[in-house]
């Protein structure tokens, strides 16, 4: 093809067309590296100027990444290329110049075929391992902790039915505040979620007024809270660490301010904190009870 280019007239200007198209190449060959090496890069949050995925740390997450850097992403950016490659070949070869009569084929049927086989090949290549994740993703297997998430406007309320109803709000850090912290701006809680390392976690999502969505990219966790009815989904976190989120479906002015915070540390901590979160947010609760009685009588 450069051989031909660089004989035909115009030479000059398709010379820089194929050059393009090499560049093209090498820029999706880049961003595919850079991607790969960003997922390695920071696990729990985002990072300036990161391409790919976050770090994953649950096998599901794994998976989903490998799906996405070392499948999808090879598949786009081949179709990418050769599209571009056949369109300047096109282009090229049948220019008018180069055809003064043009010509009058109007089929051919081993093109027909190829066209129509290989984009279902290539969709079948896609869909056996997208089946596979999305099973692996709705099919959770027995869980060790339950926790019932309440999506409100603009903040997140969790519940561990299973320790006696320890509940809780979790609310954005002021930039003020997560400075003083060292956390994360826009991305810290006041109350963070809690959860033991290796330990299946089942998530029951509601929201008490517009649909918003709880997504934690390292779990590869996103789901849905809705109005009426309680969504169900699932991770277990293989390394320790504090990993944040935010809510990932348009639900109002402050949308962009509804954080989730989840530590993830050993069955001994977990224990300690259950311990801790029982007597702080009881106090609390208590506290809470007895202003809204004095305020009732006062009435």
């Known amino acids: 093809m450069a051989a031909f280019l660089a004989v035909s007239n115009g030479g000059v200007t398709m010379r820089k067309i194929t050059s393009t198209v ?6 999706a060959a880049v961003t595919w590296s850079a991607g790969a090496q960003a997922t390695e890069s920071v696990a729990g949050q985002p990072v300036p100027e990161a391409l790919g995925l976050q770090a994953p740390v649950t096998e599901i997450g794994e ?7 070392d499948w999808l992403f090879p598949i786009i950016a081949a179709i990418t290329v050769f599209v571009t490659v056949l369109l300047v070949w096109v282009m090229v070869r049948y220019r008018a110049s180069a055809n003064p009569e043009p010509s009058k084929t109007s089929h051919n049927t081993l093109i027909e075929v190829i066209w129509t086989v290989v984009p279902v090949l290539i969709l079948v290549a896609i869909a056996i391992p997208s089946f596979k994740l999305l099973y692996s ?3 959770p ?3 060790d902790l339950t926790i019932k998430v309440t999506g409100h406007q603009w903040y ?7 320790h006696d109803g320890l509940s809780f709000d979790s609310i954005m850090l002021t930039d003020e505040d997560a400075a003083k912290a060292n956390l994360p701006r826009l991305l810290a809680t006041d109350n963070r979620v809690v959860v033991p390392v290796g330990k ?3 998530l029951l999502l509601t929201s008490t007024d517009v649909i918003h969505s709880w997504t934690i990219p390292s779990f590869f966790v996103k789901m849905d809270a809705v109005p009426g009815r309680i969504n169900e989904t699932w991770f277990k976190a293989e390394k320790p660490g504090i990993y944040y989120g935010q809510c990932s479906e348009l639900c109002g002015i402050r949308h962009g301010f509804m954080p989730i ?7 001994e901590q977990f224990a300690a904190w259950l311990e801790e979160a029982k007597a702080q947010f009881a106090s609390a609760s208590a506290s809470t009870q007895f202003a809204s009685a004095d305020l009732t009588v006062r009435q």
């Open 22 to 27: 090499q560049m093209l190449a090498a820029g």
């Open 63 to 69: 998976f989903g990444n490998w799906m996405y850097n």
């Open 137 to 139: 993703e709705y099919t």
């Open 141 to 143: 297997p027995k869980a």
């Open 156 to 162: 997140w309320s969790y519940e561990y039915p299973d």
């Open 200 to 202: 299946t976690v089942k």
């Open 261 to 267: 915070m989840v530590e993830v540390v050993s069955e």
